[in-house]
């Protein structure tokens, strides 16, 4: 199935264009790690505590030793740009993987075959559908949780409140249109379990449903983790949302705001989100979802 | 739920005291306020005094009930114009689609739709925030207006609170009408009247002063409601592109067409109409993110509303205040929901069916 998904929204333009923007940020991701490795100096490239001795003042414009130029702390944004990618990459996949799993794990065997805490667990979604996750990320980066809010543990928190929120409610309503179609009926019928019907015919039916909705609550994930980062609520990782601030605040201190230090991790975000946004959109036009 | 999401705020309402007091002073306070008390009982507690009037118990307050509930104008002064704004720009890109063109791709106005919803508040901010102080610094040196935002204190809060809702309505409603204008949609002698209304009634029951205020007030409303406006209106685009496409596939779309209807009278007729319930639910499932928007963007511009408020009572550690925004902003969200749900029995006809049998 999962195949299969894969292959038909490579098919459309979204699609294409969604694969593109996750295939350059995941080579920018790798490209970080080899050039750290091999060409780039660690105490000038270093995208935390890097520093360039031999240009002076910081922020310098784009040049040939610095590409996309130096922030006002005097990083290099090349190096701070591609190392901002890997956070959200990995706090992407968590977030899919997890609600995905819950969302199917439950959404399918609750409301077929559990009915009576299906109406529970309608309740709990709902109000889970009303918490805004940017605000439960913002004040858990207020405590002592702060070193342990990696975008992995992110991901995870955004998923699991996507997955049974509004995730589980789409899906349990289209589980329940099919509890009594003809197909089901037939499969009883001859002799399969509930179990066997709930595996075979329900799980198929639903993960484009699930994998479209989840593609779309990780877009909303990555613009939170930016707003988290953004407001230093994520602790000491290279990320997109923190070299907007440092842009902005040290930059009105120190030589001016530069555009040259706001546009890369601006598109950076623009190309993240967009591109699980776009193969969502793909999702939903291959397999007719009107969501 | 939205006491659950309290608990999570480290610390409690006394925790600021702890670098003027000792360790045993603070947990003396704490026994005597019942900070250290079951939750369940301080959840009762907590119940027992919203219904009396007070959304921030605990004996130890930072700010009041007042100071709680004196964001909500604020918050609706910009809430409520971004609203219309971005919902009628939001449809420009389809309405100057063709008919036939809608049920297919709309890569350009998806992206461009996702673009506006991943710039960050404060790079908007960094872009039109100097550019719109700068035009109301020489309109008001054109029209010789001179005064300061600050002289709203002067007068009843209230009152020009509620005339200032009224006029940054009509302001948005002429924001539309010149971008519509602009656009060669057609000319919004609806929209126009009741800005001219609206105008009117504040023009009639405020005197000049209080008009001239709610014109500084104007500067720092309008640069949030512009940052507001511009990530409404991505979300607003994707949500139009998909139910105008599902709209367009239905048979009705078809024999319209078929007969020649102009496509004016097929948006006009058809679409917008059919697609005001979908679109009107999605805002509503929705609103939990605007909320999270508001308290970015207002942190960002500093406005005074119960965005910033929830932002600065979550780094303070003040979980009363905090507890009793996030009390406000559920009750906001529900009366929303309810407001579209009933919209949605009065104007819809299936609905409206369905009840009657």
């Not at chain 2, 059919?274 to 960002?300: D, G, K, M």
């Amino acid at each position: 199935m999962f195949k299969l998904i894969l292959r038909s929204t490579y098919k459309t333009y979204h699609g294409k264009l969604g694969y593109l923007f996750l295939l350059l940020l995941m080579t920018g991701s790798v490209a970080h790690i080899v050039l750290l490795k091999t060409i780039w100096p660690v105490n000038i490239y270093d995208p935390i505590i890097g520093f360039d001795l031999s240009v002076f003042p910081h922020p310098v414009a784009p040049s040939g030793s610095h590409l996309l130029g130096t922030d006002p702390l005097g990083r290099d944004v090349l190096s701070m740009f591609l190392a901002g990618s890997e956070p959200l990459i990995k706090l992407s996949i968590v977030s899919f993987i997890t609600g995905l799993v819950s969302s199917l794990l439950v959404g399918t065997f609750v409301p077929f075959l559990f009915r009576h805490f299906d109406l529970v667990l309608r309740e709990f979604s709902s109000g889970l559908v009303l918490i805004s996750p940017p605000i439960v990320l913002l004040i858990l980066g207020t405590g002592d949780f702060l070193e342990k809010l990696s975008p992995e543990t992110v991901g995870f928190i955004y998923g699991t409140l996507g997955g049974l929120g509004v995730c589980y409610l789409v899906i349990s309503t289209r589980v329940k249109e099919l509890i009594n179609s003809e197909f089901l009926n037939a499969s009883r019928v001859i002799g399969a379990s509930e179990l066997q019907i709930a595996l075979r015919h329900i799980l198929p039916l639903i993960i484009p449903y699930s994998v479209a909705l989840m593609l779309s609550v990780t877009t909303s994930g990555i613009v939170a983790y930016g707003f988290a980062s953004f407001f230093g609520q994520v602790g000491w990782t290279p990320n997109w949302g923190m070299m907007i601030y440092d842009a902005i605040t040290y930059g009105s201190y120190l030589g001016g705001t530069n555009l040259w230090n706001l546009l890369p991790p601006t598109f950076g975000f623009i190309f993240c989100s967009s591109s699980f946004y776009l193969i969502s959109i793909s999702v939903k036009k291959q397999f007719g979802i009107s969501l | 739920m939205f006491y659950g999401i309290n608990i999570l705020i480290p610390g409690d309402f006394l925790t600021p005291l702890r670098l003027m007091m000792s360790q045993e002073e603070l947990d003396a306070l704490r026994d005597t306020l019942g900070a250290n008390d079951p939750l369940i009982q301080q959840y009762y507690r907590w119940i027992q005094s919203v219904f009396s009037g007070e959304i921030t118990p605990g004996g130890f307050r930072q700010r009041s009930s007042k100071t709680v509930l004196d964001t909500v104008l604020p918050t609706l002064h910009v809430l409520l114009p971004s609203f219309v704004i971005s919902i009628y720009l939001s449809r420009i890109p389809v309405l100057k689609t063709k008919v036939k063109r809608l049920g297919k791709e709309k890569i350009f106005s998806d992206v461009f739709g996702i673009l506006l919803i991943s710039l960050f508040p404060p790079i908007i901010y960094f872009l039109i925030g100097e550019r719109l102080e700068s035009l109301f610094r020489s309109l008001f040196n054109q029209f010789e207006i001179t005064g300061t935002s600050s002289e709203i204190l002067l007068f009843s809060e209230l009152r020009i609170g509620f005339g200032y809702l009224l006029f940054a309505i009509a302001c948005s409603y002429i924001i539309v009408s010149i971008f519509e204008l602009l656009a060669l949609i057609h000319i919004p002698k609806q929209k126009l009247l009741i800005a001219g209304l609206l105008l009117l009634i504040v023009f009639l029951f405020f005197d000049a002063k209080e008009v001239v205020t709610m014109l500084f007030y104007s500067k720092n409303a309008f640069i949030t409601i512009g940052i507001l406006t511009v990530l409404l209106i991505g979300e607003f685009i994707l949500f139009n592109n998909i139910i105008v496409q599902n709209i367009s596939k239905e048979d009705h779309i078809m024999t319209a067409s078929a007969i020649g209807y102009s496509n004016q009278k097929i948006f006009k007729d058809h679409i917008i109409r059919n697609s005001f319930f979908p679109f009107a639910t999605r805002i509503a499932i929705n609103l939990p993110y605007t909320i999270a928007s508001l308290v970015i963007v207002e942190s960002t511009t500093g406005w005074g509303g119960m965005g910033s408020m929830l932002y600065r009572a979550i780094m303070s550690q003040d979980s009363n205040a905090a507890m009793a925004i996030l009390f406000l902003l559920a009750i906001l969200t529900a009366t929303l929901r309810l407001g579209i749900n009933f919209s949605q029995i009065v104007f819809n006809p299936q609905l409206r069916g369905t009840r009657n049998v």
